[in-house]
T-cell receptor, first 112, second 116 residues
Framework: SQQGEEDPQALSIQEGENATMNCSYKTSINNLQWYRQNSGRGLVHLILIRSNEREKHSGRLRVTLDTSKKSSSLLITASRAADTASYFCAPTSYNQGGKLIFGQGTELSVKP | EPEVTQTPSHQVTQMGQEVILRCVPISNHLYFYWYRQILGQKVEFLVSFYNNEISEKSEIFDDQFSVERPDGSNFTLKIRSTKLEDSAMYFC??????????????FGEGSWLTVV
């Protein structure tokens, strides 16, 4: 089973700035999902990108996928203090069943 | 928006006691999961459940753990004889289809278990 490796481990920015988080994985995927976790809370699904897609948008979120480099990025534009959370990518592939495997995530801190 | 609900939100139990954590998945979902997160660590997969049986489990999910869908709506995780190292946040999750097919997995807010 594969997990995504998020980079950087921690990111601190000012409100209004953009935040970019990266994810790398090892084997070919079917799709890749991004989740957010506020401290002490459950994981919230943000966006899913399929292996045949290169870019996807949802509100202030923009996700890209480069299957040749086995990497994905999550961009949060015009960040807000409420975006402070940990962000995880979860690649899925046929050989790992239906489960998601999470890495350590990127801890984003947005300062007002 | 439909959500996965978990009870209790927090439970303190004595080492060696049995604990049952309860979850109500989203009503039309067919796939169910338990994950756990030890404080300060990453979210770890425990078990997946489909068609009334375990479809996959991790090494963490040993004989002390069991899952059940007793009445078609609840999904429970039982820890038979708790150990100190079982202290963690336990998350229930559900999805309509498998994540391979692009189905979103929805997570509950978690049950925080403290073993003393």
């Amino acid at each position: 089973s594969q997990q995504g490796e998020e980079d950087p481990q921690a990111l601190s920015i000012q409100e209004g700035e953009n935040a970019t988080m990266n994810c790398s994985y090892k084997t070919s995927i079917n799709n890749l999902q991004w989740y957010r976790q506020n401290s002490g809370r459950g994981l919230v699904h943000l966006i899913l990108i399929r292996s045949n897609e290169r870019e996807k948008h949802s509100g202030r979120l923009r996700v890209t996928l480069d299957t040749s480099k086995k990497s994905s990025s999550l961009l949060i534009t015009a960040s807000r203090a409420a975006d402070t959370a940990s962000y995880f990518c979860a690649p899925t592939s046929y050989n790992q069943g239906g489960k998601l495997i999470f890495g350590q995530g990127t801890e984003l801190s947005v300062k007002p | 928006e439909p959500e996965v609900t978990q009870t209790p939100s927090h439970q303190v139990t004595q080492m060696g006691q049995e604990v049952i954590l309860r979850c109500v998945p989203i009503s039309n979902h067919l796939y169910f999961y338990w994950y756990r997160q030890i404080l300060g660590q990453k979210v770890e997969f425990l078990v997946s459940f489909y068609n009334n049986e375990i479809s996959e489990k991790s090494e963490i999910f040993d004989d002390q753990f069991s899952v059940e869908r007793p009445d078609g709506s609840n999904f429970t995780l039982k820890i038979r004889s708790t150990k100190l190292e079982d202290s963690a946040m336990y998350f229930c999750a559900s999805s309509e289809g498998g994540s391979i097919s692009g189905n979103t997995i929805y997570f509950g807010e978690g049950s925080w278990l403290t073993v003393v």
